[in-house]
């Protein structure tokens, strides 16, 4: 289902309401947001006190928290902000999401009031605007999911859970039609009749999330230190001979004699001058690591019964 341009809305047209909202809710699983997904259909039972979107009291203007008489048992079934009530120019419907914001428009008497205008404000061109407003009024489901970088995986969803768009009408006519048909075998020379059996995928997404820091700081802390260091002092030596008796001059022997002699000594001094002693780089690298991620996905079997003396013959699974 791609188209020659660059793809900016999914749009997928539902005839099975329960097919879409099933659609909607894995939508929103895989996280695309409530003012990315619109929906709208047509109710086609009656809604006990429902309100026209013109009338007094009417919820239509908060957008997609809307919700009038049912709207609130509905919005629960599609996990979207739905209103629901008697739209003018389309009538009963529901409506949510972006959608349900756009239709609103009516209320406030916009222009671009109704399916096409709400489509066309989407960005979808008025010709397949139109188409879609002929599915929606035939009672067919119209989800859109407006999405400029994951439009791809939108569509995907919409088809895995059965949709189709103008593009692909053609296709999803005909297998409409061969499911329809009785199941009662074809007779010799008649048409093959086809079954689609299909199963649920998983799609894991990666998201990086922060699960801690580190924080890298300096600290001064104090330690005492003892460190030997020689140093030289002077001492002063006295020696003592044995006298010759010789004789002296004679002055007379008085007090007052002495000798200076200075004695020195090294003294330490101790200073402190800080060095780089270490270097520590601080950065990040990716480290890969695997993790395995469970979930239960669902898939269709075929099973076959047999009534009677009915023969039959199963040949191996063509390739395609």
């Known amino acids: 289902m791609k188209s020659a341009t660059k793809c900016s809305t999914a749009v997928g047209v539902f005839h099975d309401r329960h097919q879409a909202q099933q659609a909607v809710n894995e ?10 997904i619109g929906v709208a259909a047509r109710d086609g039972d009656t809604i006990q006190g429902a309100q026209d979107v013109n009338s007094k009291g009417s919820h239509v203007g908060s957008g997609a928290a809307l ?27 529901i409506a949510g999401g972006t959608l349900g914001v756009l239709l609103s ?86 048409a093959n009749q086809k079954i689609q059996v299909r199963e649920e995928e998983m799609h894991v997404r990666k ?41 002296v001059s004679g002055e007379a022997m008085g007090q007052g004699q002495e000798i200076r002699i200075p004695v020195r000594e090294e003294q330490v001094h101790v200073e402190k001058q800080p060095v780089v002693k270490e270097e520590i780089t601080v950065g990040k690298r990716q480290v890969q690591k695997t993790e395995e991620v469970a979930g239960t996905v669902r898939k269709e079997e075929v099973k076959i019964e047999k009534t009677g003396k009915a023969d039959v013959n199963q040949g191996e699974q063509r390739r395609k």
């Open 27 to 36: 939508l929103r699983r895989m996280g695309f947001r409530e003012d990315e």
């Open 105 to 190: 428009s009516a209320a406030a008497g916009a222009a671009t009031a109704g399916i096409v205008g709400a489509l066309v404000g989407l960005g979808i061109p008025e010709d397949e605007a139109n188409y879609y407003e002929g599915e929606f009024n035939a009672g067919r489901t119209i989800v859109t999911v407006k999405s400029e970088t994951r439009c791809d995986e939108a569509r995907t969803v919409l088809n895995r859970f059965g949709a189709h768009d103008m593009h692909t009408r053609d296709n999803q006519q005909t297998a409409g039609t061969t499911g329809a048909r009785s199941t009662t075998a074809a007779g010799v020379g008649g």
């Open 207 to 247: 998201q990086p999330v922060e699960t801690g820091e580190v924080r890298v700081r300096k600290e001064v802390h104090t330690e005492h230190k003892t460190v030997e260091v020689p140093v030289q002092k002077e001492e002063v030596v006295i020696e003592r001979h044995a006298a010759t008796h010789a004789q």
């Open 67 to 93: 919700g009038a008489a049912t709207g609130a048992g509905v919005g629960a079934l599609w996990g979207l902000g739905v209103l629901a009530g008697v739209i003018p120019g389309i009538g009963p419907a």
